[in-house]
């Protein structure tokens, strides 16, 4: 376990204060980088990769060896979970993940079982194990899972090329059986973060990727319980209790209230909210992480800084941000301004 | 012209008292209507559709032959204005519309004229006036216009599809040509709607469907100033300036506020948002019109009537609501749901 009261990440995650901004990036290692795509076609596919805890652990250290980031996050998907319970997870080039047995009808919900993580899900926390000898205790090390929502819209068979029609079908005119489904992965995703935790990482994330889509009081039944249903099963459990949370719900900037008052530790906010609106409505709670506009990343240097100063500015000199994108960085960024990135947060947010 | 005080619709626009809460639908005429792709099939094509002022007015006077709504919106596209330019609209089954000269230069920028309503758009002023005819004044007429920016994101060839990295690399690498075709479109914006008037539209309204797209900041710089110099175009022209305008921006909820002090009569907000913190927010200054999820129209008749009565109760019993969707009606919603809607809204807002 790495000390808490040596690491920045950390620190800031409890808004303690800092020497700087740490930053960390959302899908860090991934496709943007030669030497990930050179993995990934050894592997042979994605899953493949995931699968493999060197693999994985090789891809996750990658753009720590290129740039001066504050954590690592554990390489995986966040479809782990509905793969682990017999859906049959596949990648469609263009198209995103599939499943081979997607949710139909509400007996397909009643047979899912919760997987054991040491079991049907054994290649993440051996992973994690791996990364954790690799790393050492340079830097903190980041696991994470999909919010109960969010997985479910895959397993329902939607997503955004359906304009989410399914799942909120199922939430209109079934809402008992989407809620016995949420609930299904909510425990599932409580022994997966365990695990996560017992084999080694620092910090847990949740990725609420598709909350944004929901209603305003249809966040408050679908996506937020069940995220804070995860959330509280941590605290509760004197062996994971320690370990702080980051809830990011894409597109979920008008609910940032709610959002922490969760329980987390920290909230993620994508570029449409501005940091120093979002510190002053929950500041005092929470830390935030964020906020950069991925494609900000295809601009020149000069502009990139520019940028950089602003949000640094946006959140000012008060403990508790986390610099991040406001999402996944793109597949076509250039490798070389993710360094004028990390190197203006560094040298912008030095504390006087 | 329409005696505004005596219609419900432009009454809750000024934040008058009405007797029950007026509601349209946006994509009310459309192609979830039985009658509306008959004609369409007649017409040959969806432009053939927009061109023909009597086809027009027949699809925009469909839904009304329906249902009891309280509007009519003119029926055509928000890329007219690009097409009059030259761009050369065209839609692909199944992608959305694309241009046949998206533009691609600074020079192709700086080529652009402002179409004159009259001659290159005399299809649009037109077909108001032979809906305006054909309607009499039973009820208003609502003309339109896509916001700059959104226009702007579709002649640079982008959209949701390529997760709008075109005008994005625009907006970071060369802002003064973006600026540029903004300020063009803005022009060409206020002509068209100018015309719109002219031709007997009540109100008008600005679709700025891809705005929430942008940063918090962002949104300051390339939506909302182009959408405010057209609203300030229209109130500094005597023959326009009693017309109440309508701003939506999709996914704008967290900068209500500004949209808000605009010069707008009204702000559309989609159903991310909580009435009434809406109402709190900007109560004061415009009316709000939604902001039901499209999707709820596939749910039972019972479930509707719930969801109706929840938002009318969350906007309260104090003037200014419009009721709307928060996007528009989905291709598949089932006609007989929007006659609930509608029925559900005249008998849970009268005034006791």
Redesign the interface.
Known sequence: MRQIEQDRFLRALRRLPVDRTPIWLMRQAGRYLPEYRETRARAGSFMALCQNPELACEVTLQPLERYDLDAAILFSDILTIPDAMGLGLHFVEGEGPKFHHPIRTVQDIERLGVPDPERELAYVPAAVRTIRQALGHRLPLIGFCGSPWTLAVYMLGGGSHT???TI??W???QPEALHLLLAILADACVLYLQAQIDAGVDAVMLFDTWG?V??????QHFSLPYCQRIIHALAASPAHQHIPSILFTK?G??WLESMAQSGVSAVGVD????LC?ARMRVGHQVAIQG?L?P??L???PA?IEQEVQ?ILQDFGDYPGHIFNL?HGI?Q?TPPENVTTLVEAVKRFSVRG
């Open positions: 304009g989410f029609a909120k079908s939430a209109y005119q944004g929901l209603s305003a009081r249809d966040y597109g900037g008008l570029w449409t909210m501005n609106d906020n506009d494609s900000c295809f601009a020149s502009r602003m406001g793109e076509h």
